[in-house]
């Protein structure tokens, strides 16, 4: 006897899709208020802080432009993998 596999449907692989980009809206938002909060500071710790949010920053835009190019419903696997990877740091 075969077993049915689930097949997503349509509304819940957008609906995924919708979660990771509000995920990944609200923690861009987050680290670029924590970016515009540490440029008061000119402490060394700060100057690294920012740096290391400047790249991640760039990581997600990089991401973002190569790997979206059909909108958030259609992201590969890859793409995917490395936006949940950039959300997890």
């Known amino acids: ?3 049915k596999t689930a097949v997503p449907k349509k509304a819940d692989v957008a609906k ?3 979660d ?3 995920n990944i809206v609200a923690r861009r938002f987050e680290l670029l ?3 515009r909060d540490l440029k008061a500071d ?3 710790d700060s100057a690294l802080t920012r740096d290391r949010i400047k790249a ?3 990581l997600l ?3 973002i432009k190569l790997g ?3 909108g958030w419903d259609n992201l590969d696997d890859a793409v995917k993998l490395k936006l949940n990877d950039w959300l997890n740091q």
């Open 42 to 44: 000119t402490s060394k």
């Open 16 to 18: 995924k899709a919708y």
């Open 20 to 22: 990771l980009k509000g």
């Open 68 to 70: 979206i190019t059909d």
């Open 56 to 58: 991640r920053l760039s």
């Open 61 to 63: 835009d990089h991401t």
């Open 1 to 3: 006897m075969l077993k």
């Open 33 to 35: 208020a924590r970016l």
